[in-house]
Structure formats: C-alpha cells, structure tokens
C-alpha cells in the first residue's frame, strides 16, 4: 500500500447501471491488491478546496490498472463527477490500495459467504474474480439483495462466473423482481435457508448500507455463526457526502 497521493490515468469507463458506472485505472506504478480493499480519490476544485472519497476496487489486473465501481450520489461532491464528467485520458489522484481487515486472502481454504446489499457488491466482486482467477477450491456463494434487476452489477460477469460447487448466487429482489421470481426484502428466516450452513464453518463477508449491514450480522449471529467469523463494511467515505 501507498498513503502517498499519485495520478492515475483513467483507462476505460463502463456503465454498470442508470446511475453506476466502473472505472478503470492505470497506476503510476505496480501495485500489490488484496480482494476487498479500496482506493482513496481527491479532487481539488479551482479554489483549492479538496474532497476525498473512497471507493472499493472491484477488480485488478496485473501488474498497474484496478477498477473502481462509483454509485452516484443526488448532491454528493465527488460521485456525480465520476458518474458523468470523468472521460478517459483524465487523471484522478489516487491513494492506495487500503485496508487489511476487509479482504479475502488466497491461502484462506475456507469456504466463503458473501452477502450484499445494492453497491456493496463491489469489494466483493474483487473475491470473486479473484478466487475464479486463481481456479480456487473453497466453495464462494454470493446472496445479493437489490431493488430491481436493472440495479444489478456486473451482470454478464456474474453470470459467466457463476457454477454450481464454485460460485452458487442467489439474488433477492426487493422492489421488482423478473417474473416468476418474488419480490421481498431479506429477513432472518430467508438469509439462514439462503447462505451455507453453519456445519461448513464459512468465511463471512458482509457489505452494504448500515442498517442493512446490522440487520444481516445480527440474525446471523443469532443463528449460530460465530461473530469472530464475520466481517463487515458499511457504505460511505472519508466524511461528508459521495
């Protein structure tokens, strides 16, 4: 990890959905990235004033470009730009890769659940490409809740990558589901039929808002899984709005 500011070339940009877009980033330099970790971004406006923001990094490749996942924000300082001003060839100032609790390590053969709620599927996408890329043996099931199918991330990838005994994605639609599929939010009895068994002793992997991030952990706990085996990420910056 770097906690020295550097600029970064945006190399590509790809709309995730109506208000999401990824963005890719082409290092100064090599770094070295653990699935789950984020980046920090400072913009500086003509008067000086500064934002600083972080982002979770959904994917890495090799050795220099990461890609940042940007939710827009209604009145956020630093998302609506990265949403819809950020063209390729611009320079971001960037800090990292951060964060050491977070993140899933390779040499960890535990099986993994993850669990999302809306945007906080991004550091948790980094795991999966990550175990995919590395052909990795412990079993990864993903349950993310959304609003509509028009809010899912990474739907093609999700979808490429999903295989039963290697990634298992159960999806929960809360406001408008594809037909034949029901509409509801998760509750405690939903999240136990729908996440691996407290017997497989899983890896946990919590992220989304904060009541949603409270609400999962608690009924998880409360059926048994043992606290110290789940880790959690809440959404929000470094202060202020996005």
């Known amino acids: 990890m770097s906690s020295a500011w550097h600029a970064a070339d945006v190399a590509a940009v790809h709309e995730e959905t109506a208000t999401a877009r990824t963005i890719r980033l082409r ?4 770094v070295r990235f653990l699935p789950g970790q984020h980046l920090d971004i ?5 008067d000086g004033y500064q934002a600083v923001r972080s982002y979770s990094v959904a994917a890495a490749a090799a050795p220099d470009t990461l890609d ?10 630093v998302s609506p730009y990265l949403v819809r001003k950020l063209s390729v060839g611009d320079q971001l100032e960037v800090r990292g890769p951060v964060g050491g609790w977070f993140v899933w390590r390779p040499e960890d053969s535990s099986p993994v659940q993850l669990i999302a709620g809306g945007s906080g599927v991004v550091p948790l996408m980094a795991m999966v490409r990550a175990h995919a890329a590395l052909r ?16 899912v991330y990474y739907r093609q990838d999700l979808a490429a990558l999903a295989a039963p005994g ?19 939010r998760l509750d405690a009895r939903s999240l136990e039929a729908s996440v691996l068994g407290r ?43 996005a």
């Open 27 to 30: 290092m100064a330099a090599p």
């Open 136 to 151: 990795h043996p412990a079993p990864f099931r993903l349950l993310y809740s959304v609003r509509d199918p028009e809010s």
């Open 199 to 241: 017997e497989t002793d899983p890896a946990i992997y919590i992220c989304g808002a904060t009541g949603f991030v409270e609400a999962v952990s608690g009924w998880l706990v409360d059926a048994g899984y043992a606290p110290d085996r789940i880790r959690t990420e809440r959404y929000g910056g470094m202060g202020g709005t």
């Open 42 to 46: 400072r913009l500086t406006a003509p």
């Open 166 to 184: 290697t990634l298992e994605i159960t999806y929960v639609y809360t406001r408008r589901a594809p037909e034949g599929r029901p509409v509801g």
């Open 68 to 77: 940042i996942t940007v939710e827009e924000l209604p009145g956020g300082e």
